[in-house]
């Protein structure tokens, strides 16, 4: 990998680097906020509904105790013969559109009345959720019992649920299972008038994130978006920064290539590159006189030589030439004289 390369990538590195930290923060603390704020808006319309479904349920214990106190129910006594107590227990079942039976038993459990016929005269058996003892103004102590069978439809029929969120009313065993799921938001609370029972709000963690979701996605978009630009800005600055080094290396390749030592670097800046511009062309300046100079005495050095050899040539032909002539013609010969 060339050094603009490992420049461009490490600028793109450390123009990302922020970037995605801090999204990935503001993500996160996003949805931690979002979070809590679904859920305390989903606590708040829990806690609204509980109270509504108390107040349901201490009107039904009111009525009970209304209907209790009346004298239509010392005909307990008298096993109800005129049905007047069964007619008050039809009209109450359906003033409140009850989900349910009301019954009467007397103190050894018998049914007396009912708004479910086939139980009269029978003995009570039955899941009661509330019972009200009956007392006589002619006798001392209870003379039977009100009850009230009273179904989870009542109150659940009264829950308004909506496309991500719904209401279950559910055990303490079911909530504990069930709170393992991670897959919904989830707040509970227990019905105050009916011990055991719990009311949930559940909301799908997918659709409650949906607009975060999108805003991720969002993220992911930029993030790519953001990756191009910087990697843009990066190979543009890389390419400002870069060029004078760039213009040094190509220039020392060209003199090792060519051994051309006439070739200078441009000088475009007056930063430390600039300096080492400037610094690598007086090298080239100095190196090439020194190769001047070099030539040079090179080439003295092989003109002396050169005469060497010839005074060297010329002394052993005057040596071998003084063996055959005579002195006179010698010495007129070398004189440059002719006869």
Not at 74 to 93: E, F, H, Q, T
């Amino acid at each position: 990998m060339s050094f603009k390369s490992k420049t461009i990538l490490l600028l793109i590195v450390l123009g990302l680097t922020p970037y995605v930290i801090t999204m990935v923060l503001l993500l996160n603390v996003f949805r931690s906020d979002l979070e809590q704020r679904l859920l305390q808006d989903m606590d708040a319309q829990l806690q609204g509904t509980l109270e509504q479904l108390d107040r349901q349920l201490l009107r039904l214990e009111k009525d009970l105790k209304f209907i209790a106190s009346l004298d239509t129910m010392n005909d307990v006594l008298s096993g109800d013969l005129d049905g007047r107590i069964n007619a008050l227990l039809d009209l109450k079942k359906q003033d409140l559109n009850l989900i349910g039976e009301f019954l009467v038993t007397d103190t050894s459990g018998m049914v007396i009345s009912s708004t479910d016929p086939a139980r009269i005269q029978q003995r009570y058996s039955g899941q009661q959720f509330y019972e009200v003892p009956l007392y006589s103004g002619f006798i001392d102590g209870p003379i039977g019992q009100l009850i009230v069978e009273f179904s989870l439809e009542n109150l659940q029929r009264n829950l308004v649920s909506s496309e991500y969120t719904h209401y279950q009313i559910i055990t303490p065993e079911t909530l504990a299972a069930e709170s393992t799921n991670d897959q919904v938001l989830r707040v509970a609370g227990e019905i105050v008038r009916w011990p055991g029972q719990i009311l949930q709000l559940v909301q799908s963690r997918e659709a409650a994130f949906a607009a975060l979701d999108r805003l991720t996605m969002f993220f992911y978009v930029a993030l790519g978006v953001g990756t191009v630009v910087i990697a843009a800005i990066a190979y543009l600055v890389a390419s400002y920064i870069l060029r004078p080094i760039l213009e040094l290396s190509g220039t020392a390749r060209a003199i090792t290539d060519t051994q051309d030592y006439s070739q200078r670097v441009v000088v475009s800046s007056g930063d430390e590159i600039g300096e080492l511009s400037r610094a690598f062309n007086h090298m080239l300046e100095g190196i090439q006189d020194m190769l001047r100079r070099l030539s040079e005495e090179s080439e003295n050095r092989i003109q002396l030589a050169q005469e060497k050899n010839r005074a060297e040539m010329l002394q052993s032909l005057s040596n071998k030439l003084s063996k055959y002539l005579s002195p006179q013609v010698y010495e007129s010969i070398f004189a440059g004289e002719t006869d």
